[in-house]
Structures are given as C-alpha cells and as structure tokens.
C-alpha cells in the first residue's frame, strides 16, 4: 500500500462523491455525515460509476439499478450487485478545507 494524495477537503461536496484517479485506479472519494471514504469508482455489477451515485449514511447507491455498497466495507446491501467492491483507507492530514485527503493504494491489483 501506498499513501496517495487524492484531493483537497475542499474538493468535496458536504455531502457527495467525486471521481479522482490515483495511480491508474479510479476512485470514488465520498463525504458523507460520518467521514470520508474511499471506494474503487466502479459497481460490481456493471462498468458504471459509483461517484455519480446517491450517498446516504455510509453508503452509495449505484444510480443504474439501485444497489447500495457499504463504504466502510465495500460490500453490497442489495440486490443486484453481489460482489464487494474493493475500498481503500483514508487519512485527512492537514486543517480546515485545504487538508488533504490521503488514500491507500494498492501496489498490485
Ligand atoms: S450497474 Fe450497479 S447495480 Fe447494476
């Protein structure tokens, strides 16, 4: 694993997801009520975007057939995906917006 800059605190919604691509993987960075997660930018079910998803607690909704992925775990609460999608540990290191948002890559996929 390796700490990656993704983007800025500031880059983020309140609440909400945004794609970054960090070291040929494309990650979905999310703000939710309870932190930040990180979570591979593609549903297990499908080749789509999870970032263009809805995020409600600590989950995000695939927006092309409704299933939910817990972003603490990658796995998914509801049918039809039924792979977990890989997430990956997050730090915020730096104060107020212009903090960074550091994530762990893996060296291999
Ligand atoms: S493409 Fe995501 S649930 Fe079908």
């Given at each position: 694993m390796t700490a990656v800059r993704a983007?800025?605190?500031?880059?983020?919604p309140g609440v909400g997801a945004i794609r970054v691509v960090v070291d040929g993987w494309n990650v979905a960075v999310v703000s939710t009520v309870e932190g930040v997660f990180a979570i591979e930018d593609r549903c297990s079910h499908a080749?789509?975007?999870?970032?263009?998803g809805d995020v409600d607690g600590c989950t995000i909704e695939c927006w092309l057939h409704g299933s939910q992925f817990d972003?603490?775990?990658?796995?998914?609460?509801?049918?039809?995906?039924n792979k977990p999608v890989p997430v990956f540990p997050v730090a915020v290191e730096g104060e107020?917006?212009?903090a960074d948002i550091m994530i762990d890559i893996p060296e291999t996929r």
């Open positions: 983007c800025s605190l500031a880059d983020l080749d789509v975007a999870l970032s263009e972003l603490r775990t990658g796995e998914p609460l509801s049918l039809p995906a107020g917006p212009s």
